[in-house]
């Protein structure tokens, strides 16, 4: 529901490359990749601080930004991943 209401809010901006819901991270993190720069500023100016965006049922002020390209949002289980490595370890020999 979120990544469908905030695709057709970011198409007012322009053409919509991508869009990429973070749903493990608690502070709310997608990422909307729009085919030209100008449509992401647009989008930037437009939607920062709004918390009416997606029809008037978000809980907090939107803080949109540029993505600096490296900064990963995914949520790691990492005691989940250690047992899993070493169940796989121990399968394998």
Same mark, same amino acid.
């Given at each position: 529901?979120?990544?469908?209401? +905030?695709?057709?809010?970011?198409?007012?901006? #322009?053409?919509?490359?991508?869009?990429?819901?973070? $749903?493990?991270?608690?502070? !709310? =993190?997608?990422?909307?990749?729009?085919?030209?720069?100008?449509?992401?500023?647009?989008?930037?100016?437009? +939607?920062?601080?709004?918390?009416?965006?997606? #029809?008037?049922?978000?809980?907090?002020?939107?803080? $949109?930004?540029?993505?600096? !390209? =490296?900064?990963?949002?995914?949520?790691?289980?990492?005691?989940?991943?250690?047992?899993?490595?070493?169940?796989?370890?121990?399968?394998?020999?």
């Amino acid at each position: 529901e979120l990544e469908e209401k +905030l695709g057709e809010t970011c198409t007012k901006f #322009g053409e919509v490359e991508k869009i990429t819901v973070f $749903a493990k991270n608690p502070q !709310g =993190v997608v990422i909307v990749k729009f085919f030209t720069p100008g449509a992401a500023s647009e989008a930037i100016q437009s +939607l920062h601080g709004q918390r009416d965006w997606g #029809g008037g049922w978000a809980t907090r002020p939107l803080w $949109a930004n540029f993505w600096d !390209g =490296v900064t990963d949002f995914t949520v790691r289980d990492e005691e989940k991943e250690s047992k899993d490595m070493k169940k796989r370890h121990e399968e394998f020999g």
